[in-house]
């Protein structure tokens, strides 16, 4: 079953405009993960955010998560027509190895 | 190339025949997963294997469907008596001992006819 949900679902916009996704989840977790789904290929790992942190950055990637409101956004800065793809947000209930629990993405399109 | 590897990339097959998955994870991976991802239903849980412990089986929606995992190393996702609702890009993951994240491979898409 779905964690949450991402909003929105679909997003479009001018290159070099920052982009901002949001998740939503349901229950309790150990950490939250960002990734990222080029149109026909597997999906890469972007950021991990673990519960008892609050914002996390990598490279043009700011990651937020507030637990009291179980929900995180993804902000992409400056972005460009290569960050076209979809975003999914996924939950790990527990730390180490254990299944992930995806939304169901938000589709990003940056025009050039 | 030293990332998860699936094959077929694609299989279209008949109603009610039988299909079966591979996924080859990265070497020395002890944890792999299955996942489907499908239009009306994102992205779902199917199987979960971690070394020599039994697998988690939670997410498989029905017993037509089963995998294996020979040696500790490749996966095989088999699909009984395929069903249209089966039609969807299956996902296999895995990933380091004790560790996130996971890696993915390209995935198979499957359509049933």
């Known amino acids: 079953s779905q964690q949450g949900e991402e909003d929105p679902q679909a997003l479009s916009i001018q290159e070099g405009e920052n982009a901002t996704m949001n998740c939503s989840y349901k229950t309790s977790i150990n950490n939250l993960q960002w990734y990222r789904q080029n149109s026909g290929r597997g999906l890469v790992h972007l950021i991990l955010?673990?519960?008892?942190?609050r914002e996390k950055h990598s490279g043009r990637l700011r990651v937020t998560l507030d637990t009291s409101k179980k929900s995180s956004s993804l902000l992409i800065t400056a972005s460009r027509a290569a960050d076209t793809a979809s975003y999914f947000c996924?939950?790990?209930?527990?730390?180490?190895?254990?299944?992930?629990?995806f939304g169901k993405g938000t589709r990003l399109s940056v025009i050039a | 190339g030293a990332g998860v590897s699936q094959s077929p990339s694609n299989k279209v097959t008949e109603k009610g025949k039988d299909v079966e998955l591979r996924c080859d994870p990265i070497?020395?991976?002890?944890?792999l997963y299955w996942y489907r991802q499908s239009l009306g239903q994102g992205l779902e849980f199917l199987i979960y294997f971690q070394g020599n412990s039994a697998p988690d089986k939670s997410g498989l929606p029905s017993d037509r469907f089963s995998a294996e995992r020979t040696g500790g190393s490749v996966s095989t996702l088999t699909i009984q008596r395929t069903q249209q609702e089966d039609s969807a890009v299956y996902l296999c993951?895995?990933?380091?001992?004790?560790?996130?994240?996971?890696?993915f491979g390209d995935g198979t898409r499957l359509s049933i006819l």
């Open positions: 993951a895995s990933s380091k001992t004790g560790e996130q994240p996971q890696h």
């Open positions: 070497s020395g991976h002890t944890a």
């Open positions: 955010i673990r519960s008892n942190e």
């Open positions: 996924a939950t790990a209930r527990f730390s180490g190895n254990t299944p992930l629990v």
